[in-house]
């Protein structure tokens, strides 16, 4: 878990969350970004070589690999700047997004179950996810890209927190 | 706590016994199916003309159809222990579900028509949301007796484990909150479900119409008819055709909403549930356990509003997004839409306070909560609004006129200009819309203008927020803020509110958002 300083909070309603998220996170974000690219664009190429396919498509291909490529080198250091997470005895609080900002806050006493799952990639890198979701369709919170040995913590802390809340929590 | 008395005298008792379905059922669902079979099997044998191997086939479908209701009735089995209500069926493909009793959030009987006949009920009971699919979708016992029926629904709600003993005595009679009005129907066919109601009627008849192979042109009279109409001016064919559908519109509007609100009542019963009963053929009747509901909603589709009318339905956890998931009433006129969401949302008010119950019944009936006087959002909120409306018009504009130079007819350019005024009007309309309040027990917002909905949320049913901000709204400096919760959508929008009010919001209804509030900005 890594702390630093809040960066730029002018303009926005609430001050970012206490805590960054794993700077693995970062070659998480690019690996996924190429990897949609290469989804995207394969099947472009193959056209293209075996059948001769229009010239536009040509085009489209370019467009794809320089925007995936683009997306790869830029993006995910943005992401990781905005990603960012707190849990208090009191809330489950983060901050996610990217065009769009997403501040989402649980109170502790809602919470129903705590997840972690890991994907292949973040397994390859070391990494987890922790979700916390409440009594709502719409409430789940989720951390992305923690080291999987703080998220296996957080999730355990987080168990024993909510356990110790009455109520069924809706 | 009789809880614990009760648990006591549950474990000393043997396990609760497995219950069948009712024994009627041997007839009532074989029937159903059959009459649901009809066109198959009288296409069978009216096209056969009375061969042999068709009639084998049609009495084959027959006994089979009986069988398997045999089968069904042999394998089904249910039973209410202390802690679950759980349902066996199926003799291939087994099936076991159960409902944790303490997960029950609404109880729902619903009798179709030839159950009606033998006196029958389908118990659907839903529970709150959660992982398992069958949870979800509710647990349906079709079916027991009406009697079992509403001794299930009550035993079932009342003795909920999760749900405490009221502290008053409980009075004898159901009370009545509202009942028919048929002056009501005049607004039948200003809704939309109604609209969608007679696509699938004529869907239906012009299914029957083939599958009996009878060609509409072959009715005296129609073909005739078309004819005279094709060789008319086109107008006169559009105005019959619309006319004829409007009609077609207004009267399967009005059955439509006969036979789903036939005998309307809303009533709250000594248990501490709101029930609605309801319906002509099919009667239906939901049970809403007041400990779990978390508001109201009143929706005014824009047709709907332009007849000033209105429909409320309950937030309550566990009711699904079906339609008609939580209706509590047909449409009504507003004032008396807001006046059914008052008196639903009363008791539960009265109970998580102090005060007398006759002076908060008063005070809340007189200013329903849904007709708080709600704070306006930001200017630039009607900035947003016209600039989404009449954007996304003006682009429409764009493409007909390039369609008009380039390959279409010449006059869709300038006749797509007549979208702008409607459109700005829209965006105008969603603008004033716009707004949230909160008062000592609820959070109250309103949005939409096509469909606008007011919601009125329990404080302590608000589980979460999410805050979203597009750069957009990041430079007028107004967020999106939703309400969580475990009732209705799971989540209730609050658009374009100005960044500093919506913290202050949050943190009036959940403390727990001070700590993360941006202390200089």
Not at chain 1, 51 to 60: N, Y
Not at chain 1, 82 to 90: K, Q, S
Not at chain 2, 200 to 221: I, K, M, Q, T, Y
């Amino acid at each position: 878990m890594q702390t630093a300083q809040p960066s730029g909070s002018v303009g926005l309603p609430l001050r970012p969350p206490a805590h960054q998220v794993d700077p693995r996170a970062t070659t998480w974000w690019r690996l996924r970004g190429l990897a949609t690219t290469v989804v995207v664009a394969v099947p472009q190429l193959v056209v293209v070589l075996i059948l001769g396919g229009p010239a536009w498509l040509v085009g489209t291909l370019v467009a794809t690999v320089v925007a995936g490529l683009v997306y790869a080198a830029v993006v995910p250091g943005v992401l990781f700047r905005i990603h960012r997470w707190e849990i208090t005895d009191e809330a489950v609080y983060t901050l996610s997004g990217w065009i769009v900002r997403e501040w989402r806050i649980a109170p502790i006493s809602r919470v129903q179950t705590v997840d972690t799952e890991h994907g292949p990639l973040q397994q390859f890198l070391g990494l987890a996810s922790v979700t916390v979701t409440t009594a709502s369709a719409r409430g789940p919170v989720t951390i992305r890209g923690l080291a999987a040995a703080d998220a296996a913590e957080l999730a355990r802390q987080l168990t024993e927190t909510t356990q110790a809340a009455a109520g069924d929590a809706t | 706590m009789t809880l614990s008395a009760a648990a006591t005298a549950e474990v000393g008792r043997h396990e609760a016994p497995w219950r069948r379905l009712d024994p009627r059922m041997l007839v009532v669902g074989p029937a159903g199916q059959l009459v649901r079979l009809l066109p198959l099997l009288l296409i069978v044998v009216v096209t056969g003309q009375g061969d042999t191997p068709r009639l084998l086939i049609a009495a084959g479908i027959t006994a089979l159809v009986v069988i398997g209701g045999v089968v069904r009735w042999r394998t089904t089995r249910y039973r209410i222990t202390p802690e679950r209500v759980e349902l066996h069926s199926g003799l291939v493909r087994r099936q076991h579900r159960s409902v944790p009793r303490d997960r029950i959030r609404t109880v729902d009987l619903t009798s179709p028509l030839l159950h009606r006949v033998f006196r029958l009920s389908v118990v659907t009971v839903h529970a709150a949301d959660s992982a398992s699919a069958a949870e979800r979708n509710g647990l349906g016992l079709d079916a027991v007796s009406a009697a079992e029926g509403e001794r299930l629904r009550q035993e079932l709600l009342e003795r909920s484990p999760a749900a405490p003993v009221p502290d008053e005595p409980a009075a004898a009679e159901p009370e009545l909150l509202a009942g028919m009005n048929w002056a009501w129907l005049r607004f039948a066919p200003l809704t939309f479900s109604s609209l969608a109601g007679v696509g699938a009627v004529l869907a239906a008849g012009f299914n029957l119409l083939s599958e009996l192979r009878v060609d509409p042109r072959d009715v005296p009279g129609v073909d005739d008819a078309a004819e005279r109409l094709a060789d008319g001016p086109v107008w006169v064919a559009v105005g019959a055709v619309g006319v004829l559908l409007l009609v077609l519109a207004v009267v399967g509007s009005t059955a439509l909403f006969i036979e789903r609100w036939w005998g309307y009542r809303l009533t709250r019963e000594p248990d501490g549930t709101l029930r609605v009963h309801r319906g002509l053929l099919t009667r239906r009747s939901l049970s809403v356990s007041e400990q779990r509901l978390r508001g109201v909603e009143v929706t005014e589709p824009l047709l709907l509003r332009a007849g000033r009318g209105a429909r409320t339905t309950a937030l309550s956890t566990g009711l699904g997004k079906e339609s008609q998931g939580g209706a509590l009433q047909p449409p009504t006129p507003r004032a008396e839409a807001h006046r059914i969401g008052a008196a639903a949302l009363t008791p539960t008010f009265s109970k998580a306070t102090f005060l007398p119950d006759s002076y908060m019944n008063v005070a809340l009936l007189k200013s329903p909560p849904s007709l708080t006087p709600l704070t306006r959002h930001p200017r630039v909120a009607l900035r947003r609004r016209m600039t989404r409306a009449l954007g996304s018009t003006a682009v429409l504009v764009a493409v007909a006129w390039v369609l008009a130079e380039t390959t279409g007819p010449g006059w869709i350019g300038p006749f797509s200009l007549a979208l702008l005024p409607p459109a700005a009007l829209l965006g105008w309309d969603r603008y004033r819309g716009l707004g949230h309040a909160l008062t000592p027990h609820y959070l109250v917002s309103r949005l939409g203008g096509l469909n606008r909905r007011t919601v009125v949320l329990q404080r302590q049913g608000v589980i979460g927020w999410t805050v979203r901000q597009s750069p957009f709204q990041r430079q007028v400096g107004v967020v999106t803020l939703e309400a969580v919760t475990a009732a209705g959508d799971g989540g209730y929008r609050i658009l374009d509110i100005g960044d500093a009010d919506a913290v202050a919001l949050a943190d009036a209804v959940t403390p727990e958002v001070r700590a993360f509030a941006a202390r200089e900005r």
